[in-house]
Nanobody
Framework: QVQLVESGGGLVQAGGSLRLSCAAS????????MGWFRQAPGKEREFVAT?????????TYADSVKGRCTISRDNAKNTVYLQMTSLKPEDTAVYYC?????????????????WGQGTQVTVSS
């Protein structure tokens, strides 16, 4: 089992920045990649970004956040970060950290084996 705990959400004005953190514990050696998803009220959970955990692993972003978000990892701390800049009101959502143990289809929530509890990000206009 892998446990994921997110932190760093909050209320920010449009144009501001936030950094989300996701700390993993448990059988972290079984993880192949980690990612971030978000879910706004009344909407489906959508992919934000993902990174492969192996050395030299690639990163992939949703078009909606490309150029404004950066996913990074600290393997020694088993932590993944999502740096968000130039935030917009439409970025308001609960942000979830997720981990998968295989390559899979990175943008599908069903490809992920483990999920955090979520952290709220609210961007005011």
């Amino acid at each position: 089992q892998v446990q994921l705990v997110e932190s760093g959400g909050g209320l920010v004005q449009a144009g501001g920045s936030l950094r989300l953190s996701c700390a993993a514990s448990g059988r972290t050696s079984s993880m192949y990649a980690m990612g971030w998803f978000r879910q706004a009220p009344g909407k489906e959970r959508e992919f934000v970004a993902t990174t492969i955990l192996w050395s030299g692993g690639s990163t992939t972003y949703a078009d909606s956040v490309k150029g404004r978000c950066t996913i990074s990892r600290d393997n020694a701390k088993n932590t993944v970060y999502l740096q968000m800049t130039s935030l917009k009101p439409e970025d308001t959502a609960v942000y979830y950290c997720a981990a998968r143990s295989h390559s899979g289809i990175y943008y599908r929530p069903s490809s992920y084996d483990y999920w955090g509890q979520g952290t709220q990000v609210t961007v005011s206009s």
